[in-house]
Every structure is written in C-alpha cells, then in structure tokens.
C-alpha cells in the first residue's frame, strides 16, 4: 500500500514562472491537506480539500495561490508568478474519509521550492 | 486564537540518555493531540495520538502523555539512539466540523555520541 505521494520532490522555478505540485494520497483517502514549511520554521496548514471541494482555505494567500482536487487524479497546488519567498517545502498530508482514523494524517515526502 | 507551543526548541544530549518534551496548547474544543518526528528533508511521521479520555499513550521507546485539565503534554524518549536526531512536532486538533490542526514550531533534538 503506497504512502502520500508527491512530485516533483525538487522544483526550481525563476521569477514570475508558475509552480505545480501534485499529491496522490493514500490508497481509499478523500480528505488532502497542503502545509507549507519555510526554512527553520513550523509547518502552516494551506487547504483542506476533498474530492471536488475546497473545504478550508483559510491559510492559503488570496492571490497566486490555489488548489483542487479533482474526481480523477492527483491533487494540484499551483502557484502564480512565483516569487523568492515562495521558496519553501509544501507538504501534502491525506486521511481517510471518517471515523476516528480521520484523526490521522499521513505526510507524503514533501516538495522543496527554490525560486530564483 | 489556538495555539501550540513547545519547549525547548532544541535540545542535545548524549546517545542512551532519556529526555523529556514539552507542549502546551490552547486550543479549543479539544479533540486529539498528535506527536510526529520530522526527519531533515523529510515529512513528519506520525509518533502517537491522544484523544480527550487519553492520557498516556506509547510507541516503542517514546511515551506521550496528556494533561487534558492544564493542556500539556509531554513526550518522553528512553535510551536515545543517534536516529532519534529529528524535529518532534506537537500538533492539536480542534473539533468541530473537522479536524482543524495547529502545529507546535517542534523541537529539534540531536543525539550525540
């Protein structure tokens, strides 16, 4: 049963270019959470989705940020016009649909931004 | 506002030795409270839950406890190994909808030989 899966592991972007990175949860999970870690610091919760919906964006910024989830594949994260302080580690974490394994989340490797 | 805090941000001590982690926390409604290990460059893996009725809960040669009353927890590590070196995050859900999570800064521990 493969874990959270996540690619690129690595993506470097210049300036103004776009970022995608893209989450396969586990194998019967519906809920995906997208955290953002700077370097040196904590992990800051971005979106809750589950399939076709956004259930809680609160921490995503308004602009240049957003995500999906869509019925088939992957979960994307895509960022605008990045810029340097988009450089980051994004980690994409899934649960399963309810009860109190939900409680759970299982983190998938993580991709590391560099913008130059 | 919730919040997580944990103590001490780091943290070096001597391979075999035990060593003790703090959080404490202020979220509300209190639902569960997770330890997880961050290895560097890698994604936090999870340790142990608690849920309210909780308060003790082990895995291995880490031990978790949960003071629901004054919201602290602590995690405990026994004969420390050099693997042990990682970021251990504190992280407390809130119920209510669903599980909105709010994450401890960790505390990054190196064993040393």
């Known amino acids: 049963n493969a874990g959270v899966m996540q690619n690129p592991r690595h993506l470097v972007r210049r300036r103004g270019q776009e970022a995608r990175l893209r989450c396969s949860p586990m194998k019967g999970h519906s809920h995906v959470y997208w955290y953002r870690q700077l370097p040196e610091e904590g992990l800051k919760f971005m979106v809750y989705l589950q399939k076709e919906n956004i259930i809680d964006e609160s921490g995503m910024p308004k602009e240049r940020f957003s995500a999906e989830f869509p019925k088939e594949g992957p979960s994307i994260l895509r960022i605008q016009q990045v810029v340097r302080g988009d450089s980051a580690a994004y980690f994409c974490a899934s649960s399963p649909p309810s009860g109190k394994s939900s409680y759970e989340q299982y983190f998938g490797p993580g991709t590391r931004l560099t913008v130059t | ?113």
Request: net charge positive; aromatic share 8%; glycine share 8%.
């Open chain 2, 1 to 113: 506002k919730n919040q997580v805090e944990q103590s001490p941000q780091s943290l070096i001590i001597l391979e075999g030795k035990n060593c003790t982690l703090q959080c404490n926390y202020t979220v509300s409604p209190f639902s569960n409270l997770r330890w997880y290990k961050q290895d560097t460059g890698r994604g936090p893996v999870s340790l142990t839950i608690m849920t309210f009725s909780e308060n003790t809960k082990s895995n291995g040669r880490y031990t978790a406890t949960l003071d629901a009353d004054t919201k602290q927890s602590s995690l405990h590590i026994t004969a420390s190994q050099l693997s042990d070196s990682a970021s251990y995050i504190c992280v407390v859900s809130a119920s209510g909808g669903y599980q909105k999570v709010t994450f401890g800064t960790g505390t990054k521990l190196q064993v040393i030989p």
